[in-house]
């Protein structure tokens, strides 16, 4: 467990002056412009534990875990990083690909095709057999769920999880009352196996779901989707799509997309900037979008808003801001990547500092929160050298009110 005495965090606000914060033994909010000794986000100088040759990865959580999604075995919502942990008490087996939240469940998925689980399995949400509603730590699913073969893309929605394996299989998984399975009206239950409905030498290139729909793009740039497409969001006709359906007359030749509760987000090649939002205009997610999103890195999405990082580490972000979750209007530079939660943002640093900004009221952007239980108007910024000797943070994750960041050790000993 990663305690108070581990951590320092600044609230950061465009400041006249400027100021340097060193290290402190907890999270702090101050007006300051600069935090020092960035490459301490990186090592670790507490020499109480020895050091291995062999390479461990850590995975921490905090936010809502009010079903065990953080998979710190609890339920108890947590402020401050917590260790993650396998069911079996044994260390993760391969680094991590993606991390996917749902309502109150969340997907790991290792790089060597490993899929793992934590929260609530009601309704086969979670993919495996429980003898209760949840699960407070990570169990990994089983290979015969997905026929035996090996995962490379997942997401999911509220209540429904969505896999797509290497030989670029289908799995659905969960509720289906708003055609989120893909399979039909109101179907529910563990492993649904899509029909294929695409050219069998085509493979799925990107695969993401909001609160109850799903987008799907092939190589090609064929895009399809299921679920919830009453705003438009997976084209018209505007209704429930109960099974996989291509979404037609797209300006775009697409290769990657991200879904919002209300809308779905397409771009093309980012040397050519084409872009394309499908669904209503809240809180101007259309109307407020630039008009090409050339040199893009990195898109993600909240159930309100967009982001979109380019090369250079600054992004661009547009849609909800009623609690701060676009950042401030002086935001954090030099990022190599960004994801985004329900109402929420989590930043990594080229430096390896984590910032995080939104919606904090579960303990996700940590203790730093407004009165309403915001961070808005400022960012809180994470001081990570105490994750462990010489521990890198190499990956940050979110979802519903839940943040996530994983570490690697370095493979060099020290002097």
Same mark, same amino acid.
């Given at each position: 467990?990663?305690?108070?005495? *581990?951590?320092?965090?600044?609230?950061?606000?465009?400041?006249?002056?400027?100021?340097?914060?060193?290290?402190?033994?907890?999270?702090?909010?101050?007006?300051?412009?600069?935090?020092?000794?960035?490459?301490?986000?990186?090592?670790?100088?507490?020499?109480? =534990?020895?050091?291995?040759?062999?390479?461990?990865?850590?995975?921490?959580?905090?936010?809502?875990?009010?079903?065990?999604?953080?998979?710190?075995?609890?339920?108890?919502?947590?402020?401050?990083?917590?260790?993650? %942990?396998?069911?079996?008490?044994?260390?993760?087996?391969? =680094?991590?690909?993606?991390?996917?939240?749902?309502?109150?469940? +969340?997907?790991?998925?290792?790089?060597?095709? *490993?899929?793992?689980?934590?929260?609530?399995?009601?309704?086969? %949400?979670?993919?495996?057999?429980?003898?209760?509603?949840?699960?407070?730590?990570?169990?990994?699913?089983?290979?015969?769920?997905?026929?035996?073969?090996?995962?490379?893309?997942?997401?999911?929605? @509220?209540?429904?999880?969505?896999?797509?394996?290497?030989?670029?299989?289908?799995?659905?998984?969960?509720?289906?009352?708003?055609?989120?399975?893909?399979?039909?009206?109101?179907?529910?239950?563990?492993?649904?196996?899509?029909?294929?409905?695409?050219? +069998?030498?085509?493979?799925?290139?990107?695969?993401?779901?909001?609160?109850?729909? +799903?987008?799907?793009?092939?190589?090609?740039?064929?895009?399809?989707?299921?679920?919830?497409?009453?705003?438009?969001?997976?084209?018209?006709?505007?209704?429930?799509?109960?099974?996989?359906?291509?979404? *037609?007359?797209?300006?775009?030749?697409?290769?990657?997309?991200?879904?919002?509760?209300?809308?779905?987000?397409?771009?093309?090649?980012?040397?050519?900037?084409?872009?394309?939002?499908?669904?209503?205009?809240?809180?101007?997610?259309?109307?407020?979008?630039?008009?090409?999103?050339?040199?893009?890195?990195?898109?993600?999405?909240? @159930?309100?808003?967009?982001?979109?990082?380019?090369?250079?580490?600054?992004?661009?972000?547009?849609?909800?801001?009623?609690?701060? *979750?676009?950042?401030?209007?002086?935001?954090?530079?030099?990022?190599?990547?960004?994801?985004?939660?329900?109402?929420?943002?989590?930043?990594?640093?080229?430096?390896?500092?984590?910032?995080? @900004?939104?919606?904090?009221?579960?303990?996700?952007?940590?203790?730093?929160?407004?009165?309403?239980?915001?961070?808005?108007?400022?960012?809180?910024?994470?001081?990570?050298?105490?994750?462990?000797?010489?521990?890198?943070?190499?990956?940050?994750?979110?979802?519903?009110?839940?943040?996530?960041?994983?570490?690697?050790?370095?493979? =060099?000993?020290?002097?």
């Amino acid at each position: 467990m990663v305690t108070a005495d *581990q951590l320092a965090c600044v609230r950061y606000r465009a400041s006249p002056r400027l100021g340097v914060l060193v290290s402190k033994p907890h999270w702090m909010c101050h007006d300051v412009a600069f935090w020092a000794s960035p490459l301490e986000a990186f090592y670790n100088t507490n020499t109480e =534990s020895g050091w291995s040759d062999h390479l461990t990865m850590k995975l921490y959580g905090f936010g809502s875990n009010g079903s065990g999604q953080l998979g710190i075995g609890n339920t108890e919502d947590a402020t401050l990083p917590q260790l993650c %942990r396998l069911n079996n008490e044994q260390e993760w087996p391969s =680094s991590i690909r993606m991390i996917k939240g749902g309502g109150n469940h +969340t997907l790991v998925l290792l790089e060597s095709g *490993q899929l793992y689980v934590s929260g609530c399995t009601r309704n086969g %949400r979670a993919a495996i057999d429980s003898s209760t509603d949840s699960v407070t730590k990570f169990n990994e699913v089983p290979t015969s769920a997905f026929g035996g073969s090996k995962v490379k893309l997942c997401s999911a929605l @509220w209540e429904a999880s969505v896999v797509v394996t290497d030989d670029n299989e289908i799995y659905t998984f969960g509720v289906g009352s708003k055609g989120e399975l893909g399979i039909g009206n109101g179907v529910k239950g563990n492993s649904h196996k899509l029909e294929r409905f695409c050219p +069998t030498d085509e493979h799925i290139v990107d695969l993401t779901s909001s609160m109850a729909h +799903t987008v799907i793009i092939f190589s090609s740039g064929d895009v399809y989707g299921w679920g919830n497409g009453k705003k438009g969001q997976l084209g018209a006709p505007t209704e429930i799509v109960w099974q996989p359906r291509k979404i *037609q007359n797209l300006p775009i030749q697409a290769v990657r997309a991200v879904c919002g509760t209300e809308f779905s987000y397409l771009v093309g090649a980012p040397e050519y900037g084409h872009h394309a939002i499908l669904g209503s205009d809240k809180w101007k997610i259309r109307s407020h979008a630039p008009s090409s999103n050339i040199g893009w890195n990195q898109i993600t999405a909240s @159930w309100g808003s967009v982001f979109s990082l380019n090369k250079s580490g600054n992004f661009h972000a547009w849609g909800r801001n009623d609690r701060g *979750q676009l950042g401030p209007a002086k935001r954090p530079v030099g990022l190599a990547r960004i994801v985004a939660g329900s109402e929420h943002a989590v930043a990594l640093t080229e430096h390896g500092t984590i910032t995080v @900004w939104g919606w904090g009221e579960h303990g996700n952007c940590g203790p730093g929160i407004d009165s309403q239980g915001d961070v808005k108007g400022w960012w809180n910024e994470m001081n990570t050298c105490r994750f462990g000797k010489f521990h890198k943070v190499v990956g940050i994750g979110a979802g519903c009110a839940t943040t996530f960041v994983w570490t690697e050790e370095t493979n =060099s000993k020290p002097d």
